[in-house]
């Protein structure tokens, strides 16, 4: 972890000191710009790579120390594989790895982007960055001994290539995604006793300071317009919840529909009367994964003024087990009029997000609906850790949706919905119930949320899987991993700027 990377373009020049990286192929071979920025590198390489038994293999890397016949205290050297892989390289995975080589107590170093065999662009250089920004990510506000006492508070990265102006360009709005990333793994990682309701509510009313339009609406005016399922989740806690819509007006047509982007809050979720087994429930704080999602991506829309009109809205609720609470019997009736049987008070996601949706499908009319929710553990049985549930009424949108997820490593896979699963949350006693039993849990969720879209073209993210605890990456050490914001900005950025 690093507390602050101070990163910077910079043409081709010889390097005189500090740390250096550089890229070779499997063959040990650097390019030109390589061996003229450190002359004689190549054969330094390959004498302490035949000494090392070094192979080369994708991101393998060797540490020279104090090499001799050059002007640096550490030659860092990563082998990018065989020259016919070196197009494909994935630079974002790439700069994290990168900055994962460096000793903690760097303050400076050099990276010498300029694989053999290959030409770097101004944008994967600046997705190098972009990994490097990922990887420094860390949160340990509440510890009091740090355990490395010799790591830098900061280090000066100087990434060479030959594009430095277009790369700082570029590199502007890849920071923009990374503080968005970044945001969100901050709400999901924070304690339950700090990030309440109101308190997220606050953090996400601060995105005003870029220019976003912000409307928090408190109990009594969600009570006003029928909100009766997403209250009945947060009756039992003493903290009272809120809907918060963010809103960014970036396109050149004022007038234009926005996209919309829907994300579930739960800043703690105890299961509520339907309470949850104690191991593992401290997880929990991190149920507000989709609506910490989407803070995160109108602060990167925003931040590098996105040529959109986008909704951002959250629903924020703690489900905790009070005598107030909502059991399991009740029957709530949401905004759109429909009534909800609750069978298991540990279902509440899925409550909150029937009301949010209907609001802004019915107040914005928006081109299209995502939202993004920790949903149902069925989700990681089925896709285990490595893919968000995707779950759409839409063709075109899915497709979409995958397509920057297989660009950004945040990968989906698309799930099934239909007749068959909808008439599982069918009632007995109103118009439906929130849980369709053990069987296919997730598409059950789904076909609840369906019904509150009416024909607006819709996804539903199920992230259980991928928004906390997810495992580690070249990109990502953190517990709250801010999955979805890459995804999401990925998609405006391709099919809805103008």
Not at 117 to 122: F, P, R
Not at 158 to 183: P, S
Not at 184 to 198: C, I, T
Not at 330 to 359: C, F, K, P
């Amino acid at each position: 972890m690093v507390s602050e990377l101070k990163l910077s373009f910079s043409k081709f020049e010889k390097i005189a000191d500090g740390i250096a990286v550089i890229f070779t192929n499997a063959d040990l071979a650097v390019s030109a710009e390589t061996e003229a920025a450190l002359p004689g590198v190549e054969s330094v390489v390959k004498r302490a790579a035949a000494a090392d038994n070094f192979k080369g293999g994708v991101l393998a890397s060797l540490d020279i120390l104090a090499p001799t016949d050059l002007p640096v205290t550490r030659l860092i050297v990563v082998s990018l594989g065989k020259v016919e892989e070196i197009a494909t390289t994935d630079w974002v995975k790439t700069g994290g790895s990168v900055l994962g080589k460096l000793p903690t107590s760097a303050k400076s170093a050099t990276v010498v982007l300029d694989p053999p065999g290959t030409s770097i662009t101004a944008d994967q250089a600046a997705d190098f960055s972009l990994g490097a920004r990922l990887r420094a990510y860390g949160f340990e506000r509440y510890k009091t001994k740090k355990k490395d006492d010799k790591a830098a508070k900061s280090l000066a990265l100087t990434i060479f290539c030959g594009h430095d102006g277009h790369a700082k360009k570029a590199g502007k709005a890849r920071d923009a995604i990374a503080e968005g990333v970044n945001l969100a793994r901050d709400l999901v990682n924070e304690p339950p006793n700090v990030l309440f309701p109101e308190e997220f509510a606050k953090r996400a009313s601060g995105l005003s300071e870029l220019g976003i339009e912000i409307e928090v609406l408190d109990e009594k005016a969600m009570k006003k317009l029928g909100m009766g399922a997403l209250l009945g989740v947060g009756q039992g806690s003493r903290h009272e919840s809120r809907l918060v819509v963010m809103r960014w007006n970036g396109a050149k047509d004022a007038d234009a529909k926005p996209i919309a982007f829907v994300g579930k809050g739960v800043t703690f979720d105890t299961g509520g009367i339907s309470i949850k087994p104690a191991a593992s429930m401290e997880d929990m704080k991190g149920d507000m994964g989709g609506a910490a999602c989407v803070v995160g991506l109108m602060h990167a829309l925003a931040t590098r003024k996105a040529k959109v009109n986008a909704i951002g809205a959250i629903g924020i609720v703690e489900n905790m087990p009070d005598g107030n609470a909502q059991r399991p019997g009740d029957i709530v009736t949401s905004m759109s009029g429909q009534t909800i049987e609750i069978i298991n008070t540990d279902a509440e996601g899925r409550l909150v997000l029937a009301d949010v949706l209907w609001y802004v499908q019915d107040k914005y009319k928006p081109q299209f609906m995502v939202n993004l929710a920790t949903l149902t553990g069925a989700i990681m049985v089925a896709l285990g850790q490595e893919h968000a549930g995707l779950f759409s009424n839409n063709d075109e949108l899915a497709t979409r949706l995958h397509g920057a997820g297989q660009a950004t490593g945040e990968r989906v896979w698309r799930m099934p919905l239909g007749a068959e699963y909808d008439k599982l949350i069918d009632s007995r006693f109103a118009d439906m119930k929130n849980t369709g039993g053990r069987n296919g849990g997730s598409i059950t969720a789904a076909q609840f949320l369906q019904r509150f879209v009416n024909d607006t073209p819709w996804a539903h993210l199920d992230i259980a899987g991928t928004a906390m605890s997810a495992p580690s990456t070249e990109t990502n050490r953190s517990w709250g991993s801010g999955w979805g914001v890459r995804l999401l900005d990925r998609l405006v950025g391709e099919h809805y700027e103008g």
